[in-house]
Structures are given as C-alpha cells and as structure tokens.
C-alpha cells in the first residue's frame, strides 16, 4: 500500500521559514518522481515543486522559484519542501504525491498517489 505522510506545517509570520517533510512507504522510493502541490481556500490546486528520480532534476513553479527548494532523500524515503520568504499568498494546504515513473512534472495527473496534506498559515 502506497502512503505519503505529509508534516510540518503550521503558522508562520510573513517573511518566515517553514520545512514540510513528506515520508513514503509501500514502493520503491529511489525509482519516483515526487511532487508538491498546494491548495488555497476557495481556489484550485495548484503546482508547487517537483523532483525526478535519480539525479534529481528540480522544477518549480514561478511565484515561489528562488524561495522554495525541494530535495529527496533516498535513504529515509522522504522529500523535503524547504519554505524561505514566505508570504500571505503562500497560505495553503500543501499536498505531497507519487509520480506514475521517474518524471515529475507540474502537471497533477502525471501523479499517482497523494498524501492527506499538510497546512501552512501565514500571517501578514
């Protein structure tokens, strides 16, 4: 059974840092593309960075390039979306998921699997 647990959100003040940490189990963790997408109240899903597998090409989308970094840990089957900057607009339920393969890509039905979320609140 395929499981991404999402952490690490919370409440942070604009201009702050926050680190979500996903944990997979039930696949083969080196041999997928991971993604991050986010959801604001009210508005649709939304792409926010994604990591292929091996060396790990990054993508992300334009409002948070240059302040979030995304990166994978094979060894602990965990991806990390490192939050610097943040701002009001960043405020969100953030969404950890599986690629079908390698690739990961920004577009949402090139992932298999999702995790429950996880939620940050900025205050401006």
């Known amino acids: 059974q395929v499981l991404l647990v999402e952490s690490g959100g919370g409440l942070v003040q604009a201009g702050g840092s926050l680190t979500l940490s996903c944990t997979a189990s039930g696949f083969i963790f080196s041999n997928y593309g991971l993604g991050w997408f986010r959801q604001a109240p009210g508005k649709e899903r939304e792409f926010v960075a994604a990591i292929t597998w091996g060396r790990g090409e990054r993508v992300f989308t334009d409002s948070v390039k240059g302040r979030f970094t995304i990166s994978r840990d094979n060894a602990m089957n965990t991806v990390l979306l490192r939050m610097n900057s943040l701002k009001a607009e960043d405020t969100a339920r953030y969404y950890c998921?599986?690629?079908?393969?390698?690739?990961?890509?920004?577009?949402?039905?090139?992932?298999?699997?999702w995790g429950q979320g996880t939620r940050v609140t900025v205050s401006s």
């Open positions: 998921a599986r690629s079908h393969g390698p690739s990961a890509t920004n577009g949402s039905d090139t992932y298999a699997y």
